[in-house]
């Protein structure tokens, strides 16, 4: 009996290990993205100049970690309402314990993403008003007067739309279309590269686009592992159900990054006055940042490819395998590339 107990304890002891290490990939993605953040914006922040006054180090660092938490808030949105259609609904009796834990987070997840979104407008007044705290006014006339204050109260708007439904699906459940939880968190990623480098072209609409389906395509990509492998890598049943839908979903999303990541930076350096190509891509803090966003996306086709091609068949048969190692690998690697975006959006491009 002592044996079994020891051993029992052994099992248990694992399986909360186990547990601790699914759960601790959505930390490593947010850990990574703020540091990445963090340490990209310093090493691009403005230079004092003599008579021109810059903003404080509250709002010189508080402002990309508020901002890159929008992204995370926004990315954990999406995957966390892709997940029922990853799961199907042919068997309620399986899925539901697990969705029943999805829904109040997706709300949870909407209303920090709305909440981020309103702070990143009062840090940006007060960037553009240094030396005192923002006022009614200053924000008003900021959200009044510049397009990335309305785009992102639009993004807060339509997050706060995405927690009223998603409230609704906590009481009425898959009742609640998941495809219109989907529209709705993916309508609210739509302003946010308006947040960014704005190009004066005709160009600048087919460019906005290629941002916006880059913004999409990586919160799918993202969120939509980050949902798969945390809540489903306990369940080898569902994983095995999940995990083949969001591979052929995740194929297609680094295809659109990737394309549309490229078209977005190289067109915005190309259509910079002043900027020359190639030579800007090595000289400028934009060009070095994207380089960066580049090789992280690189690093990224490895580790989704071992994933799909190694260790799917496994999953599919139902069979014990390292994919949590693997996914939390990978989504570090994307919390990374998040923060790199955020700075990627405030560097000198001349």
């Not at 990574?32 to 006054?53: C, M, N, R």
């Not at 959200?143 to 785009?151: R, S």
């Not at 639009?154 to 706060?160: E, N, P, V």
């Not at 009742?175 to 968190?185: G, M, N, Y």
Request: net charge neutral; proline share 6%; hydrophobic share 55%.
């Amino acid at each position: 009996m002592t044996g079994v107990r020891g051993m029992a304890g052994v099992h248990g002891l694992a399986g909360v290990r186990g547990m601790a290490g699914v759960r601790g990939m959505a930390g490593v993605f947010v850990l990574a993205a703020v540091a990445s953040a963090v340490v990209a914006s310093t090493v691009t922040a403005q230079e004092a100049v003599p008579g021109i006054v810059l903003p404080g180090p509250v709002v010189a660092f508080g402002l990309p970690v508020v901002r890159v938490l929008l992204d995370v808030a926004a990315v954990a949105t999406v995957g966390l309402s892709l997940l029922p259609k990853l799961l199907g609904f042919d068997e309620p009796e399986r899925t539901e314990p697990v969705l029943r834990r999805v829904r109040p987070l997706a709300v949870t997840a909407a209303w920090a993403w709305a909440i981020c979104a309103l702070v990143t407008i009062v840090f940006q007044t007060a960037e553009l008003n240094p030396g005192g705290v923002p006022t009614l006014g200053m924000i008003t006339a900021y959200v009044d007067g510049v397009g990335t204050g309305q785009g992102l109260l639009f993004s807060a708007a339509c997050a706060l739309a995405a927690a009223g439904i998603g409230l609704m699906a906590v009481r009425y459940g898959e009742k609640v279309p998941a495809e219109l939880r989907i529209v709705v968190a993916a309508f609210g990623l739509l302003p946010i590269p308006v947040t960014g480098h704005a190009v004066d072209s005709v160009w600048h609409d087919p460019i906005m686009i290629s941002m916006e389906l880059h913004v999409i395509g990586a919160a799918a990509w993202t969120g939509g592992l980050l949902a798969t492998v945390v809540f489903l890598a306990p369940r080898r049943d569902l994983l095995a159900t999940a995990l083949p839908k969001f591979s052929r979903l995740a194929t297609l999303a680094l295809a659109l990054v990737a394309a549309s990541g490229l078209v977005s930076g190289l067109g915005t350096l190309a259509l910079t006055p002043g900027v020359e190509l190639p030579d800007a891509i090595l000289t400028t803090e934009y060009g070095l940042l994207v380089v960066t966003k580049v090789a992280l996306t690189a690093l990224l086709v490895p580790l989704a490819a071992h994933i799909r091609w190694r260790l799917l068949p496994g999953i599919a048969a139902g069979k014990a395998t390292s994919v949590v190692g693997w996914a939390s690998a990978e989504v570090a690697v994307m919390g990374l590339a998040y923060g790199v975006a955020v700075a990627i959006t405030r560097a000198s491009i001349g």
